[in-house]
T-cell receptor
Framework: NAGVMQNPRHLVRRRGQEARLRCSPM?????VYWYRQLPEEGLKFMVY????????ESGMPKERFSAEFPKEGPSILRIQQVVRGDSAAYFC??????????FGSGTRLTVV | QQQVKQSPQSLIVQKGGIPIINCAYE??????FPWYQQFPGKGPALLIA?????SEKKEGRFTISFNKSAKQFSLHIMDSQPGDSATYFC?????????????FGTGTRLQVTL
């Protein structure tokens, strides 16, 4: 049973480009969460999704960021027109219906 | 009110020592308190978790102590080993019944020396 799969592991984008981060949850998990971790800081909640639904996006910046979890395929976190301040590690986690996340290994985004 | 304050920021102990990491919260609606361990380049991994109806929980060498009235909880690592060197995060969430978003502390970088 593979864990939460995130790709790519590392992503370099120039300012103004788009970044797409993918997350495949564990088998049987229907809840997906995205968190952002800045250097030397804890993880900050961004968005919580179930299949085809955004349940809580209270941590998402109002502009340039969007997330989806389609009926088929991985969850996608999309960042448009990236800026240097978007450089961070982005972690996806999944869960079944109870507590206890499983995190992926993250995507490290560097904006140059 | 959503903050979880974690201390210390970093900690160095000798092998066999008992590092203690502390967290405090303000939101009385929090009802689930997990601890995560993170190695460099990896995602956080759930270590142990507690709910407010118990004051202590042990799993192997890891113990959580919980003080509901003080709104504090702490992680103790017994007989620490160099392999325990990692960053530890406390967290809290406030939904009942279904998985919910976590509020994380800022992390404690632990180094266990020989």
């Amino acid at each position: 049973n593979a864990g939460v799969m995130q790709n790519p592991r590392h992503l370099v984008r120039r300012r103004g480009q788009e970044a797409r981060l993918r997350c495949s949850p564990m088998k049987g998990h229907s809840h997906v969460y995205w968190y952002r971790q800045l250097p030397e800081e804890g993880l900050k909640f961004m968005v919580y999704l179930q299949k085809e639904n955004i349940i809580d996006e209270s941590g998402m910046p109002k502009e340039r960021f969007s997330a989806e979890f389609p009926k088929e395929g991985p969850s996608i976190l999309r960042i448009q027109q990236v800026v240097r301040g978007d450089s961070a590690a982005y972690f996806c986690a999944s869960s079944a219906t109870d507590y206890g996340y499983t995190f992926g290994s993250g995507t490290r985004l560097t904006v140059v | 009110q959503q903050q979880v304050k974690q201390s210390p920021q970093s900690l160095i102990v000798q092998k066999g020592g008992i590092p203690i990491i502390n967290c405090a919260y303000e939101n009385t609606a929090f009802d689930y308190f997990p601890w995560y361990q993170q190695f460099p380049g990896k995602g956080p991994a759930l270590l142990i978790a507690i709910r407010p109806d118990v004051s202590e929980k042990k799993e192997g060498r890891f113990t959580i102590s919980f003080n509901k009235s003080a709104k504090q909880f702490s992680l103790h690592i017994m007989d620490s080993q160099p392999g325990d060197s990692a960053t530890y995060f406390c967290a809290a969430s406030s939904s009942t019944g279904t998985a919910s978003k976590l509020t994380f502390g800022t992390g404690t970088r632990l180094q266990v020396t020989l």
